[in-house]
């Protein structure tokens, strides 16, 4: 990864190498632990931070789900992001932001309650999670063998590290597999979500996603959702079985990371024409004039620097 000059770590910034942990940090053996994901974009005013409060207020929800008490109000977070990106002095087109906070050293055990809450912001330039080609053309995407873990056994709306040993997984079978990625089902056989991404896909000129009844509440999934109606595009929020994501007309996955990104085929099947889709393309355009300043109707979600 590209490391930056300063990370800020518990109200102070150190230097990139000189943020550490203990080894016997308790989310490093007991998982506990809560993360965000948002970027910052090289705009004609310079760098602006899209959804800033969104993301930051949800970091500060997952750890109230996760009980984790997050000691900086999501002001003064957001505040310790916006310096960040001033002190490390970017230049690229765009920077990805890493706030999370986690359980420290001091003491050991399942029990939690008394363990020490370390709050850091990172920040470093990171280009195309799936890269530029697909971006362009298309990923491949399989349906894991694991399911998504249900309601009754895990906090799916919390953003949680824990959480993401089943993406894990799931991506590294993919992979493994020939694809880049990896969508996963429900307990019940429905499309909940990719491994860091929410699922879209066009049927008949309408746009449908599933609603997050286990899955993350995404903050792209609502502006993608938010960018449809400003078009005039019927958004349909239902469940979605297997066979329904092999015979839609185009598909694509949805993230901070991934932006917007066109599938192309799942499971060996084709999806539209093999390639990203007339509505995909139209969305994905859209999404980055908003985030590059470029669409003045939007222009309230960026935190400019």
Do not use: C
């Given at each position: 990864m590209n490391?930056a000059k300063y990370?800020?770590?518990?109200?102070?910034f150190?230097?990139?190498?000189d943020?550490?942990t203990?080894?016997?940090s308790h989310?490093?053996?007991?998982g506990?632990?809560?993360?965000?994901?948002t970027?910052?974009?090289k705009?004609?005013?310079?760098?602006?931070i899209?959804?800033?409060?969104?993301h930051?207020?949800?970091?500060?929800?997952?750890?109230?789900?996760?009980i984790?008490n997050?000691?900086?109000s999501?002001?003064?977070?957001?505040?310790a992001?916006?310096e960040?990106i001033?002190?490390?002095?970017?230049?690229?087109d765009?920077?990805y932001?890493?706030?999370f906070?986690?359980l420290?050293?001091?003491?050991m055990g399942?029990?939690h309650k008394?363990?020490?809450v370390?709050?850091?912001?990172a920040?470093?330039e990171?280009?195309a999670?799936l890269?530029?080609e697909g971006m362009?053309k298309?990923?491949?995407l399989?349906?894991?063998?694991?399911?998504?873990?249900?309601?009754?056994?895990?906090?799916?709306k919390?953003?949680?590290?824990?959480?993401?040993l089943?993406?894990?997984m799931?991506?590294?079978?993919a992979i493994d597999c020939?694809?880049?990625?990896?969508?996963l089902l429900?307990d019940q056989?429905y499309?909940a979500?990719?491994?860091?991404?929410?699922?879209?896909?066009?049927?008949?000129?309408k746009?449908?996603?599933p609603p997050?009844d286990?899955?993350?509440?995404s903050?792209?999934q609502?502006t993608?959702i938010?960018?449809?109606?400003?078009?005039?595009?019927?958004?349909?929020?239902?469940?979605?079985s297997?066979?329904?994501?092999?015979?839609?007309?185009?598909a694509?996955?949805?993230?901070?990371?991934a932006e917007?990104t066109?599938?192309r085929i799942?499971d060996?099947?084709?999806?539209?024409?093999?390639?990203?889709g007339?509505?995909t393309?139209?969305?994905?355009?859209?999404?980055?004039?908003i985030?590059f300043?470029?669409?003045?109707?939007?222009e309230?979600y960026?935190?400019?620097?």
């Open positions: 490391a990370i800020w770590m518990n109200g102070k150190v230097a990139w190498d943020a550490k203990h080894v016997l989310t490093i053996h007991y506990n632990g809560v993360i965000e994901g970027k910052a974009y705009t004609a005013k310079g760098y602006a899209f959804r800033l409060n969104d930051t207020k949800r970091l500060k929800e997952s750890a109230k789900m996760t984790m997050i000691p900086y999501i002001e003064e977070m957001n505040q992001q916006i960040l001033r002190r490390n002095e970017f230049k690229g765009n920077v932001l890493r706030p906070a986690f420290g050293y001091g003491v399942v029990y008394e363990a020490p370390e709050t850091v912001m920040a470093w990171w280009g999670y890269g530029e362009r298309g990923i491949k399989k349906i894991a063998s694991m399911t998504r873990p249900s309601n009754t056994s895990n906090m799916g919390a953003k949680a590290t824990a959480n993401y089943n993406s894990q799931a991506k590294y079978e020939g694809y880049d990625e990896a969508l429900d056989g499309v979500e990719a491994s860091g991404a929410s699922f879209f896909m066009v049927k008949d000129g746009l449908i996603t997050n286990n899955s993350l509440e903050i792209t609502k993608v938010e960018l449809a109606e400003y078009f005039g595009i019927e958004v349909l929020r239902r469940r979605i297997r066979e329904e994501v092999y015979i839609a007309d185009e694509f996955l949805t993230g901070t990371a917007i066109p599938v799942i060996a099947r084709e999806i539209g024409a093999g390639t990203r007339e509505m393309e139209k969305i994905q355009s859209a999404y980055f004039d985030v300043g470029r669409n003045k109707d939007f309230h960026l935190t400019y620097i």
